[in-house]
């Protein structure tokens, strides 16, 4: 008879058990898919937060890429109208010793137009390239920030 007693209190025990392991293992399920969305969310977010680099970095690209050839244009128009203006001077020589004197004149003037323009553009070009890299930059401290916060853990 001790035995018909204490078998159903060994059920019950047993259940108990049962649903005990069954909560606990329930609950860390539920704080793992809850900790793995919040992850993914925050990976998502940063990812995010990569394109919108990318983008911003493709637009200061094109803003000076269009200033550069903007740039351009407006050298190669200004050093064609020097050019024109040089012919109907050169034109007008009255003899060889004057004809000299303006052809060098000109020469000189156009390499420094042409040295003054190359620095000029070489400052653009350096501009473009930081305004271009900024974005991208922030985005790879980004990504050492959380290396070292995540090693930091």
């Known amino acids: 008879?001790?035995?018909a007693k204490s078998a159903?209190?060994?059920a019950k025990s047993a259940t108990e058990a049962?649903?005990?392991l069954?909560?606990?293992?329930s609950e860390t399920v539920r704080e793992n898919i809850d900790r793995s969305l919040a992850a993914l969310s925050e990976a998502q977010a940063f990812g995010k937060q990569n394109v919108e680099?990318?983008?911003?970095s493709a637009q200061a690209a094109q803003k000076?890429?269009?200033?550069?050839s903007a740039r351009a244009v407006a050298f190669q128009k200004s050093a064609l109208e020097n050019q024109l203006a040089a012919a109907k001077s050169l034109m007008t020589s009255k003899s060889v010793q004057e004809f000299v004197?303006?052809?060098n004149d000109f020469a000189k003037s156009s390499f420094e137009a042409y040295v003054a323009e190359l620095t000029s553009v070489s400052e653009l070009v350096s501009g473009v390239a930081k305004e271009t890299l900024?974005?991208?930059?922030?985005?790879?401290n980004a990504v050492g920030q959380l290396i070292q916060t995540g090693a930091a853990r």
């Open 134 to 140: 900024a974005p991208i930059n922030d985005r790879v």
């Open 101 to 103: 004197e303006k052809q």
């Open 53 to 56: 680099a990318w983008l911003a």
């Open 64 to 68: 000076g890429f269009e200033a550069l």
């Open 18 to 20: 049962f649903e005990t």
């Open 1 to 3: 008879m001790a035995t």
């Open 22 to 25: 069954t909560t606990a293992s």
């Open 8 to 10: 159903p209190r060994a």
